[in-house]
């Protein structure tokens, strides 16, 4: 039964009620609702979960189907089995077979589940949560979705405390090709009349649900980010888990992955720089400038280990603390693909705060997608044979970093503004091996025609003073940026000032403001950031 359905249903039963869409059910008695929150589902069948080795995802247990209230209970009595299977394997009739060239005794004390689900019954998996964290990891496999409450009971999957086997086969893990979606609860009203005591009861009731997913946040390492990203998106739509930067940000592992053959500076570079988000959400606060703006080269060094596999470490500014060290040590291939289990960690890596002996040091595990660009799709980090070590190439695989802005467009020409429009920018860098980049900035004009600039650039670079070359629309350029763009004698040229008047409809001249002039053409192209120009107009009390 559909939502839609399930709300038609309800109402019939119910003359007074308020379902919300894909999360609630209600249940009336006399003209009184109580709601409780209900994930869509596109399935029928209740949840089924089974005893049953994955050996590609390090599975023991499985969930697959619709959850509903007392899966709870359920999955307290498969996990009861696995622990007694575990400490008696060859105990009569257990449902669980004997893994192979595996001793019983060091298999995990916490057995990963893998989840294969469209949602169900938020209320159980809170309860789920609440009740049985930490007894469980969890996995999606490559031919598996969980949607809805399924994937916030992904994110309660934990690491336990049995050594090696629980650091390796623990945690929340996502195949590169699995399907982990989120989305939020919406209020759907039937057709009816209702009292504003009714209203407000469901509306409580409703966000009551959700502040307890709130409560153990913290408990389960729910990413905050990931709270607003889920409630942000409509139960219409689904927020998945796709390129590395989301992975990376929610604290998900995403395995079996492709991990270089040996660590180069790109690499060491993506790996540190994807760390920011992780080292705010560690520190409790914003980290201003995680390395420096301005620079001639990044403090970087790699190196081969003395006893295998490859070192690296990186200089990091954090709010504006220079002696920040980022270290990683990856893992030197394996000589068979059987040497280490397919969703293991390439390594190590850390952040280390100071230089003394009570220095605070934050722990990381690199997976796949730490060695490439935020914006590099999961998919392409797959391997062909799950058991198959596979070599990532990390500037082939990456995908260029893009971001887009609003703004203002206009061309000086002969000393005048002869045009001004808004616009939209795309910036897109592409990094390369060595450190350098191309990045490509298109400005879009309200007619659909382009600008394009290229600039050649060190990665990370402040381009704007330090790069090597500025093109626009394939010529060469002269670059420069100024905040406060008078017609004075700092070399802008005149009809700057009067694109400033313009864009801020005569209440300033402050505006950052970046200026490409063709050399061919004599043409200035100007782009105005929209954002920067409300930060100047508040900064200049307007």
């Not at 990094?431 to 060190?458: C, F, H, I, M, N």
Request: charged share 20%; aromatic share 8%.
């Amino acid at each position: 039964m559909g939502c839609v359905d399930s709300a038609r249903a309800v109402s019939k039963l119910c003359p007074v009620g308020i379902v919300v869409e894909g999360m609630l059910s209600i249940f009336c008695r006399a003209r009184a609702i109580a709601v409780v929150l209900f994930f869509a589902s596109g399935m029928a069948h209740a949840a089924e979960i089974t005893l049953k080795h994955d050996p590609v995802m390090g599975c023991f247990l499985h969930l697959e189907g619709t959850i509903e209230n007392g899966d709870q209970t359920k999955l307290v009595e498969a996990l009861d089995e696995y622990a007694n299977w575990r400490q008696l394997p060859n105990a009569r009739g257990n449902r669980l077979p004997r893994v192979q060239n595996v001793d019983p005794w060091d298999l995990p004390n916490v057995p990963r589940v893998c989840l294969n689900s469209p949602g169900g019954s938020y209320a159980e998996v809170v309860r789920i949560l609440d009740e049985t964290w930490g007894r469980f990891a969890t996995a999606v496999a490559s031919d598996a979705r969980c949607e809805s409450a399924c994937a916030v009971l992904f994110m309660g999957g934990t690491t336990g405390n049995g050594g090696t086997v629980d650091d390796n086969l623990g945690g929340r893990v996502l195949h590169p090709l699995g399907k982990l979606g989120f989305h939020a609860p919406t209020l759907v009203v039937p057709d009816g009349v209702y009292s504003s005591d009714v209203i407000n009861q469901a509306y409580a009731t409703a966000i009551k649900s959700i502040s307890r997913l709130i409560n153990i946040q913290d408990k389960i390492d729910f990413p905050r980010s990931l709270v607003v990203a889920m409630v942000d998106t409509p139960p219409t739509k689904m927020t998945y888990v796709l390129t590395a930067g989301q992975a990376i940000d929610w604290k998900i592992r995403v395995a079996p992955s492709r991990y270089p053959d040996t660590l180069t500076r790109l690499g060491l570079w993506n790996a540190c720089n994807n760390l920011r988000p992780l080292v705010e959400d560690q520190l409790r606060r914003e980290v201003t400038d995680i390395y420096a703006p301005h620079w001639d080269g990044p403090e970087l060094e790699v190196s081969d280990a003395a006893f295998g596999g490859y070192n690296g470490t990186m200089k990091l500014r954090v709010d504006r603390n220079a002696d920040v060290i980022c270290d990683l040590y990856l893992n030197e291939p394996p000589d068979q693909a059987t040497d280490r289990h397919p969703t293991s960690a390439g390594g190590y890596m850390g952040v280390t705060f100071g230089g003394t002996d009570d220095a605070l040091r934050l722990r990381f595990d690199p997976y796949g997608p730490s060695f490439v660009t935020r914006d590099t799709p999961l998919s392409r980090l797959a391997r062909t044979d799950d058991f198959d070590w596979e070599i990532l190439n990390v500037a082939k695989v990456s995908a260029p970093v893009t971001r887009r802005s609003t703004g203002f467009c206009g061309v000086i020409s002969g000393a005048r503004l002869a045009d001004y429009e808004p616009c939209t920018e795309t910036v897109v860098e592409a990094p390369r091996e060595d450190l350098s980049s191309v990045t490509t900035l298109t400005y879009t004009w309200p007619s659909g025609s382009t600008t394009v600039a290229e600039v050649q650039s060190k990665l990370g670079q402040s381009w704007g003073f330090e790069a090597d070359d500025f093109r626009l629309n394939g010529s060469r350029a002269q670059f420069w940026g100024d905040g406060m763009p008078d017609e004075g004698d700092d070399g802008n040229e005149a009809g700057a000032d009067t694109a400033c008047l313009r864009f801020t409809k005569d209440q300033s001249q402050w505006c950052p403001t970046e200026f490409w002039k063709n050399d061919r053409t004599g043409n200035t192209f100007i782009y105005i950031d929209a954002a920067g120009l409300n930060e100047a107009l508040e900064f200049g009390g307007l």
